[in-house]
């Protein structure tokens, strides 16, 4: 069986700034606005009937998946809907594919329509099909042609199921006066030969203490075919800039911080990221204040990321942040801390996975294959990377067998867990105010990772 390839969920390409590939979300809800963690009935009124949509993390519907509940199975349609009866009560769901190894928990739901997030696997098979096209075009506008030299831009393209082989073109050359021509760039993806997305060119004068002087913007929608040339102009308009500002504290002992703010667009896999790097706050007091261009037509929102330098190794992600806010100031939630295992390092069917936490809140647990090349266990292509969301505190290992995630003995997994803040149940996290709406202001507070060899 082929090794598999681990397709990075953060790619990130600096030209005169920095465009940050991540899983960004958008929101696509049917029950949007309802009050979080409200126990609808299903559309027939019968209490034990469950009508749910399956997501990605940046809204498009996932097709195809297999959805598990109390012994009953269902499919996802086309919008990534699906629909199973004889369920009462508070029930376990879980998500898989029979092609993927990426397998979604959530423990402990009572909504009656829950909207769900799963992704892909993250490892794909080196011998899986790619589709391959490239980009290349003319940008026009209100600039000053041949483009100044201190005029930069940068390009992003966005599409909802792009899985990877990501490639950015940024030499500028001109063109006589028809603008600077652009490209190639190259977009790899998996799935239909087609493939639809939106072709995002952005840029400013940068000067040395002002990187938004005069910034530009173009949008385009754009389809690429499988192993052809697409041919764009876009035209960029002038956007304003504002300010946000806020103030960054630590809280339970932490001491330094790296951070940035960027720009999550609604309904693509990518954010744009806004040259402000927040680490500069601990020498100003804590106090943070970014000049950032006004990126509204987009349809998104400002988002805050924090990588704790310590050894808490945490993640914090604060979202919702508007032009011309002064208080977008993050309120720090502490990471779980894994409990020391009984025998460091190696886990079975008897070991208990326990983190620090507290009752009413929800935790987001993440095993995925740690792969070494080493490793003398084979690759059964399937149950190698687990999200598992609870309110618990505690996770058997023998339990990831009921959700079909098989750890065969002298395989290495990592390990983390995730405060989902502030969430307090595993409903409001499949709400349509959960993390899959950019409308959400939420925090992912991450532990130290460990690294556990399964045994007999």
């Not at 498009?60 to 996802?76: D, L, Q, Y």
């Not at 000067?207 to 754009?222: A, Y």
């Not at 647990?365 to 598992?388: F, Q």
């Amino acid at each position: 069986m082929s090794r598999p390839v681990r397709i990075t969920g953060k790619i990130r390409v600096c030209l005169f700034i920095c465009l940050l590939f991540t899983d960004g979300a958008s929101a696509h809800a049917d029950d949007r606005g309802r009050r979080p963690g409200a126990s609808d009935q299903g559309r027939d009124g019968s209490t034990g009937r469950i009508t749910g949509r399956v997501l990605r993390a940046w809204g498009s519907p996932m097709e195809a998946r297999v959805i598990h509940v109390n012994g009953h199975r269902a499919a996802t349609r086309k919008d990534g809907a699906f629909d199973i009866g004889g369920v009462s009560g508070t029930y376990d769901l879980w998500i898989e594919h029979d092609r993927e190894e990426r397998v979604t928990v959530y423990r402990g739901l009572t909504r009656r329509n829950p909207l769900l997030e799963h992704e892909g696997s993250t490892n794909i098979p080196s011998d899986r099909h790619w589709n391959k096209a490239s980009i290349s075009g003319i940008v026009r506008g209100d600039l000053s042609f041949p483009i100044e030299k201190d005029q930069r831009l940068s390009f992003l393209f966005m599409a909802e199921t792009a899985a990877g082989g990501w490639g950015m073109g940024s030499r500028m050359g001109q063109d006589g006066n028809l603008g600077p021509r652009f490209g190639r760039m190259t977009i790899g993806w998996e799935g239909k030969p087609t493939l639809a997305g939106t072709l995002i060119a952005i840029g400013s004068k940068m000067k040395k203490d002002n990187l938004w002087l005069d910034p530009v913007l173009g949008v385009q929608p754009v389809v690429v075919n499988d192993k052809a040339e697409t041919t764009v102009e876009l035209t960029l308009i002038h956007l304003s800039t504002g300010r946000i500002a806020g103030e960054i504290r630590p809280t339970g002992g932490y001491r330094s911080w790296n951070g940035y703010l960027d720009f999550r667009p609604d309904g693509g896999r990518g954010s744009i990221d806004l040259g402000c790097r927040l680490d500069d706050a601990w020498r100003s007091q804590g106090r943070f204040d970014c000049l950032v261009p006004d990126l509204s037509v987009l349809h998104g929102q400002y988002c805050m990321s924090l990588i704790d330098g310590t050894a808490h190794g945490s993640t914090l992600e604060h979202c919702g942040g508007t032009i011309g806010m002064t208080d977008f100031s993050p309120t720090f939630q502490p990471p779980p801390e894994l409990h020391a295992l009984d025998k460091p390092g190696l886990v079975n069917t008897k070991t208990v996975l326990a983190w620090s936490g507290e009752a009413k809140a929800v935790y987001a647990v993440d095993v995925h294959w740690s792969y070494d090349g080493e490793s003398s266990a084979d690759n059964d292509g399937k149950g190698v990377d687990l999200r598992l969301y609870t309110t618990g505190t505690r996770l058997a290992w023998k339990d990831l067998e009921r959700y079909g995630v098989k750890t065969p003995p002298g395989r290495k997994y990592e390990v983390t867990v995730s405060r989902m803040f502030p969430y307090r149940t595993v409903d409001e996290i499949a709400s349509g105010s959960g993390p899959l709406s950019h409308t959400a202001d939420y925090q992912r507070a991450t532990s130290t990772p460990i690294e556990v060899k399964v045994v007999e």
